[in-house]
């Protein structure tokens, strides 16, 4: 299996554009998590999914973050509009049987 | 809810000395802990993980945790460092009821020096 995989690994933007991130799990995990890391905050859990629905969304920042699930094998969090303090990079990881598998993140500058 | 707290940010060490990376957690209830491990412009990795059992985890690579239900810890060691093993190191805790959420630490820099 090639792992979790996320794109774009990295993306500079302006402020106030909007960003969209990738994740695909490893087949036949049923969660799916996303995380965001920065030096301040460390890693923060974002949002989750089991079987493509959301379980729980209470680590997203602002309601200028939304991620979906429409199927198994893919997943996107958006941001709209992005701002400075949003640059990070967020971590897809899966999960079958409590151990995570991460992806490589994508590394987001927002300018 | 749960918590785990890793006091230390960085630890500088000769190649082939000892190491103890500290982790402490706090939980109302039962937890699964883990070590993962980050080398420089990549995702985390799984280094070892205590889900029930021996109290003693152990790496393929040379490191091992103890938990220690008592003290509320999990800290990581290994007798003898190498330079590959310059990473950060977080710790993390979920519990049973928890959907595999994990709640990560704040991450030791381990730094290892020739």
């Known amino acids: 299996d090639a792992g979790v995989i996320q794109s774009p690994r990295h993306e500079v933007t302006e402020m106030g554009q909007e960003v969209t991130l990738r994740c695909k799990p490893i087949s036949g995990h049923d969660y799916l998590f996303w995380y965001r890391q920065t030096m301040m905050r460390g890693l923060e859990l974002l949002i989750y999914f089991n079987n493509n629905v959301p379980i729980d969304d209470s680590g997203m920042p602002e309601d200028r973050f939304s991620a979906k699930m429409p199927n198994a094998s893919f997943s996107t969090l958006k941001i709209q509009p992005s701002e400075p303090r949003d640059s990070a990079v967020y971590f897809c990881?899966?999960?079958?049987?409590?151990?995570?598998?991460f992806g490589e993140g994508s590394r987001l500058t927002v300018l | 809810a749960q918590s785990v707290t890793q006091l230390d940010s960085q630890v500088p060490v000769f190649e082939e000395a000892p190491v103890e990376l500290r982790c402490n957690y706090s939980s109302s209830v039962s937890v699964y802990l883990f070590w993962y491990v980050q080398y420089p412009n990549q995702g985390l990795q799984l280094l070892l993980k205590?889900?029930?059992?021996?109290?003693l985890v152990e790496s393929i690579n040379g490191f091992e945790a103890e938990f220690n239900k008592s003290q509320t810890s999990f800290h990581l060691r290994k007798p003898s460092v190498h330079i590959s093993d310059t990473a950060e190191y977080f710790c993390?805790?979920?519990?049973?009821?928890?959907?595999?959420?994990?709640?990560f630490g704040s991450g030791t820099r381990l730094l290892v020096r020739p």
């Open positions: 205590y889900l029930s059992g021996s109290t």
């Open positions: 990881a899966s999960t079958m049987l409590g151990e995570l598998f």
């Open positions: 993390a805790v979920t519990t049973m009821d928890s959907s595999y959420k994990l709640i």
